[in-house]
């Protein structure tokens, strides 16, 4: 299990590099011993199985050896070649997997190429901590639809801008840091057209790394002409949001931040189209402006910690998955 727990922790490490591919890590063992190890670090970039193999000095260890790996050896040619492949090509004596790939082009087929050449196989290993790990990837492959998370910050007294939704500083500077991560996590940050003309936001990441940009999305017809020449993706008004959010999964956005106003919010909210809320309280108050969306009935608490003074509370609806 030990094994296993470090594949996935090298996993993580991509996180914000390899989308819309799953994060995965590798470890190859022999004789108890860990003599190789790797994870996909990038898009387009050779997968977890080829950098553990790699990493490996003495390849003729690998017909004694157990490979722990995140999720199941792809069996098809894409950017790079078929792990499944490589791992036969070396004989790797066994291999363990975390989770089965629901990608249409592997889906149990790395699997089956594996045990048609003579290896030894288990999954299952860890299974859901496999699939908290890539919970926006098992999303869009089984839903069609991306991983949704809805952000918005809030005063004390619960309002989120002022009077008239003038913006109003709500959170400490040291949890925009956070807020910036957040969005490098993610493919794509969604707002409505409201908050595109009143906030004037750059919809970029500033504070964590500008090497990770998210596609902006725009719902409704702003009167800032600027967005469209950023890259901005802008819908009109009164398309469905379910086929919005399909159409967006079908070209390649694998999980969206949401960080529109409170109409925004409450239209994701009411079509039970989120999977994570996570709300950021200041240390101050408002009196007076436009309310916070409303939570929704039937959450989880998951998480909740404090910056400084901001009080950051992560929900999660039920099932995260289906």
């Not at 801008?161 to 807020?179: C, F, L, M």
């Not at 991560?181 to 750059?202: M, S, V």
């Not at 800032?224 to 086929?243: H, M, S, V, Y």
Request: charged share 25%.
């Amino acid at each position: 299990m030990m094994y296993m727990k470090r594949a996935l922790e090298l996993a993580a490490l991509g996180r914000e590099w390899v989308s819309p591919n799953p994060m995965v890590g590798c470890v190859i063992v022999h004789n108890d011993k860990i003599i190789g190890e790797g994870f996909h670090r990038k898009y387009g970039q050779p997968h977890a199985e080829v950098n553990a193999v790699d990493s490996v000095e003495d390849k003729s260890l690998l017909s004694e050896s157990t490979v722990y790996v995140t999720l199941e050896p792809c069996a098809h040619f894409g950017k790079t070649p078929p792990c499944a492949e490589l791992l036969i090509k070396h004989k790797v004596k066994k291999v363990v997997v975390c989770n089965l790939d629901p990608f249409p082009q592997v889906a149990g087929k790395g699997i089956t190429m594996l045990k048609n050449a003579g290896i030894d196989v288990e999954v299952g290993l860890l299974q859901e901590e496999g699939e908290e790990l890539n919970k926006r990837f098992f999303k869009r492959h089984r839903t069609g639809l991306p991983y949704v998370i809805l952000k918005w910050a809030e005063s004390k007294d619960g309002f989120i801008s002022a009077e008239g939704g003038k913006p109003i500083k709500i959170s400490h500077p040291i949890t925009d840091i956070q807020v910036h991560r957040w969005r490098a996590e993610e493919d794509a940050i969604l707002i409505g057209k409201n908050t595109a003309d009143l906030d004037n936001p750059q919809l970029n990441v500033r504070y964590w790394t500008e090497d990770k940009q998210p596609k902006p999305i725009i719902l409704g017809q702003p009167t800032r002409q600027d967005l469209r020449a950023k890259g901005a993706k802008i819908f009109p008004n009164g398309k469905n949001l379910t086929e919005i959010l399909r159409q967006l999964a079908q070209d390649g956005i694998q999980s969206i931040l949401v960080e529109g106003g409170t109409k925004i919010h409450t239209s994701f909210i009411e079509e039970g189209l989120f999977d994570e809320i996570r709300v950021i309280q200041g240390d101050i108050e408002i009196l007076n402006g436009v309310k916070a969306p409303q939570l929704p009935d039937g959450l989880i608490l998951t998480d909740h910690h404090t910056y400084r003074n901001d009080h950051i509370k992560v929900y999660r609806s039920i099932p995260t998955l289906s």
